[in-house]
Nanobody
C-alpha cells in the first residue's frame, strides 16, 4: 500500500505562483511514476505532469508547459509541482498519484491517489 499526502494548495491571484507537494510513504518500492492530475467542477480528471521515481524523466501536459514543472526529492520521497503564471482556468482540485508503470499519463494507470488539494486562481 502507498499513502500519498498533498499540500500547498490555496487561493492566489492570476499571474501568481504556488508550489504543491506530495509526500509518499508505505510500499514506495512499487512506484515507477508519480503524477499530478487536476479536476475542475463538471470536468473529467486530467493529466498535468509526471516524473519517474528516479526523478530523471518528466512529462508535462501541453496546457501547462512553460508554466508548471515537476520534480522529486529522493531523500524525502516527495514530489513537487511548482506552478507559475497561474490562470483562472487552472482552478481545480489537484491530485497526486502513484503508478507502477513507466511514463503513465492516464488516470487508469495510477493505483494510488491522494485526497486532493484545492487550487483557486482569482482573476
Amino acid at each position: 500500500q502507498v499513502h500519498l499526502v498533498e499540500s500547498g494548495g490555496g487561493l492566489v491571484q492570476a499571474g501568481g505562483s504556488l508550489r504543491l507537494s506530495c509526500a509518499a510513504s508505505g510500499r514506495t518500492i512499487s512506484i515507477y511514476t508519480m503524477g499530478w492530475f487536476r479536476q475542475a467542477p463538471g470536468k473529467e480528471r486530467e493529466f498535468v505532469a509526471c516524473v519517474s521515481w528516479s526523478g530523471r524523466n518528466t512529462d508535462i501536459a501541453d496546457s501547462v508547459k512553460g508554466r508548471f514543472t515537476i520534480s522529486r526529492d529522493n531523500a524525502n520521497n516527495t514530489v513537487y509541482l511548482p506552478m507559475n503564471s497561474l490562470k483562472s482556468e487552472d482552478t481545480a482540485v489537484y491530485y497526486c498519484a502513484a503508478a507502477a508503470f513507466v511514463g503513465a499519463r492516464h488516470v487508469r494507470e495510477y493505483a494510488y491517489w491522494g485526497q486532493g488539494t484545492q487550487v483557486t486562481v482569482s482573476s
